[in-house]
């Protein structure tokens, strides 16, 4: 029996990362991920995410990104607390983003294009998306 382990603050800090990316990136990629996250988790997000896009659009500060990053952080590990079923949901949501913001495949540092991925191991309890494990 294999069992999903996935764990929340994980989750809530690459959610995070991936939103001030995604809220720093073209006006399409952001509106659909808008849209996600306030199906996922309500319609006040959806505002709260066009006042991130608009303090990062004119960062007042030099760490602003660090800032909302942090922020979003604590609202979704918040979020996740309180309503576990939306874990997946969530982690979900990053992983699209992060393919729709970063469509060409990254290079793995010192490896061959053709180097096997150790990601794509059935037997590697580590599945590659950070957060997920296997158990089991």
Known sequence: MTVTVMHQPRIAW???????DVVCSDVETFAWYRDRVADLLGAACREQLL??????????RDDA???EAGLWRVR??????????LT???H???MAARRR???VEPVRAGLPADAPDSTDDPDD???????VFRLG
């Open 92 to 94: 979900l949501l990053t």
């Open 14 to 20: 690459d959610a995070s990362r991936t939103l001030v």
């Open 88 to 90: 997946e949901g969530l």
């Open 76 to 85: 979704f590990e918040d979020e996740l607390r309180t309503h576990a079923d």
């Open 51 to 60: 006042a991130t896009r608009a303090r990062l659009e004119n960062p007042l």
């Open 125 to 131: 309890p580590y599945d590659g998306d950070l957060g």
């Open 65 to 67: 990104v660090a800032v």
């Open 101 to 103: 913001a970063a469509p």
